[in-house]
């Protein structure tokens, strides 16, 4: 859906038995999806970010700036 480029924290959570997923560059609750494995914690993640832009826009509240990681 969109070119941005946010970052994705995805953890094994012991306590919840599954992979939490956070997006740094949102602000508000620490973890905002998760999966019961890897590839569903990002996909969830990625459908996060998607609703996140849908709701920021409908709102007209304006986007985060992406968290850009440069390799050294």
């Known amino acids: ?15 919840d038995n599954c992979f939490l ?3 740094p560059d949102f602000p508000g609750q620490r973890w905002r999806t998760h999966g019961d494995t890897y590839e569903s914690a990002v996909a969830n993640g990625i459908e996060a970010i998607e609703s996140l ?17 440069h390799a050294a």
Not at 1 to 15: A, F, G, N, P, R
Not at 53 to 69: H, Q, R, S
Request: with cysteine; charged share 15%; net charge negative.
């Open 53 to 69: 832009i849908i709701a920021y826009a409908a709102v007209g509240d304006p986007l985060p700036e992406p968290t850009v990681c």
């Open 1 to 15: 859906m969109s070119k941005l480029k946010y970052s994705m924290v995805i953890q094994w959570s012991e306590e």
């Open 21 to 23: 997923v956070g997006l």
